[in-house]
C-alpha cells in the first residue's frame, strides 16, 4: 500500500514512521510512506504557506494554492490516483470500521493542517473525505495522520508477525478484548487466573471469550446493543456476571 502525507512537518511523520510494527513494514516494503511539503511549492523562497483570515479572526490559515500544488504532486507520484483525507477535527470521528475500509485501497494522501487550518477550498476542490480523531483540539494533523496510518498498517497482510492477534485484538470483532497476564504468576496480593496456567486449551479459549463479553459489557455497552449474541456467548456473559455478582463486584 502507498501512503502519502502532506505535512510542514515532515520529521514529525518521520520519528513515528522508523519505530516498532510500522517501521518494520516500512522496511520490508509492505507499506510505502510518503512525505510532501508544501513549503516545497510556495510562491516565495521563504516558503511561505499561511496567511492571515479573510474576515480578521485570530491565527493564520494555511493558503490554498501551495496546499493544491502539493496535493497534485503527491498524487503524480503515487502509484494509483489516492483517496484524499484531510484529518479535521470537524471530520467524521474514525473507528475501526473506516481504518478497515481505507487499509483496502491501494492508495490514500492524508493532509495535515497547522494554524487554524486550511482554506475550505482546499477541502472542496481537493479532498474525498474529512477524518476527525475526535472532539478535541490538536495542534496539527500529523499525529492523527499517523494514528491512521499506524492503525492501517497493521491490517496489512504480512505486517503483524502473529496474524492471530488480529483476531481477538479490541475492537476488531466488535468486542473489547480480554484482559493479559504475563510471568511472574504472583504480583503483591494479585494471581494470574489460574485457567491460563491450566494447559487446557478450550478452557483458557471459554475464559477468554467469556471476559471479552464481560468487559465489553461492563466498559462500552453501546457496543453490545442492536446485536444480537450466539447462544454460547449468551451463555458465557450470564456465567461472568453471576460470577462477578457472587464475588461481589460489578464496576469495571
Ligand atoms: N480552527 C480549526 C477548527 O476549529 O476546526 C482547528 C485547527 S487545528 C488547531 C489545526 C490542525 O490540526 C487542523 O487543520 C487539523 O489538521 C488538526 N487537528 C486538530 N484537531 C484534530 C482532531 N481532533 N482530529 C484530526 N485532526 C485534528
Not at 502525507?5 to 509492505?30: K, M, N, Q, Y
Request: aromatic share 4%; proline share 8%; hydrophobic share 45%.
Amino acid at each position: 500500500m502507498w501512503i502519502g502525507v502532506v505535512s510542514i512537518f515532515p520529521e514529525l511523520l518521520s520519528a513515528i514512521a522508523s519505530a516498532g510494527v510500522l517501521g518494520r513494514a516500512i522496511e520490508r516494503g509492505d507499506l510505502a510512506l510518503a512525505p510532501f511539503n508544501p513549503r516545497d511549492h510556495a510562491g516565495d523562497r521563504r516558503g511561505t504557506v499561511d496567511d492571515r483570515p479573510y474576515g480578521g479572526g485570530p491565527g493564520m490559515v494555511m493558503m490554498a494554492p501551495p496546499l493544491l500544488k502539493t496535493i497534485a504532486a503527491a498524487a503524480a507520484a503515487a502509484p494509483s490516483p489516492p483517496w484524499v483525507v484531510y484529518l479535521s477535527p470537524q471530520g467524521r470521528r474514525l473507528d475501526q470500521a473506516k481504518v478497515e475500509g481505507l487499509a483496502e485501497r491501494p492508495s490514500l494522501l492524508l493532509v495535515a493542517g497547522r494554524y487554524e487550518g486550511i482554506d475550505e477550498r482546499i477541502v472542496e476542490l481537493a479532498v474525498d473525505e474529512e477524518l476527525s480523531l475526535g472532539d478535541y483540539i490538536l495542534s496539527g494533523g500529523e499525529l492523527p495522520a499517523m494514528v491512521l496510518v499506524e492503525a492501517i498498517c497493521r491490517l496489512l497482510p504480512g505486517v503483524l508477525n502473529n496474524q492471530d492477534s488480529i483476531l481477538t485484538e479490541s475492537h476488531l470483532e466488535g468486542l473489547l478484548e480480554y484482559p493479559q497476564y504475563t510471568r511472574p504468576e504472583n504480583v503483591g496480593p494479585l494471581t494470574a487466573p489460574e485457567v491460563l496456567l491450566s494447559g487446557d486449551h478450550g478452557a483458557v479459549a471459554a475464559w477468554q471469550r467469556s471476559q471479552a463479553l464481560l468487559r465489553t459489557w461492563q466498559r462500552r455497552p453501546e457496543l453490545l446493543a442492536g446485536r444480537a449474541l450466539e447462544d454460547e456467548d449468551l451463555a458465557l456473559l450470564r456465567a461472568a456476571l453471576a460470577s462477578v455478582e457472587a464475588e461481589g463486584g460489578g464496576a469495571a
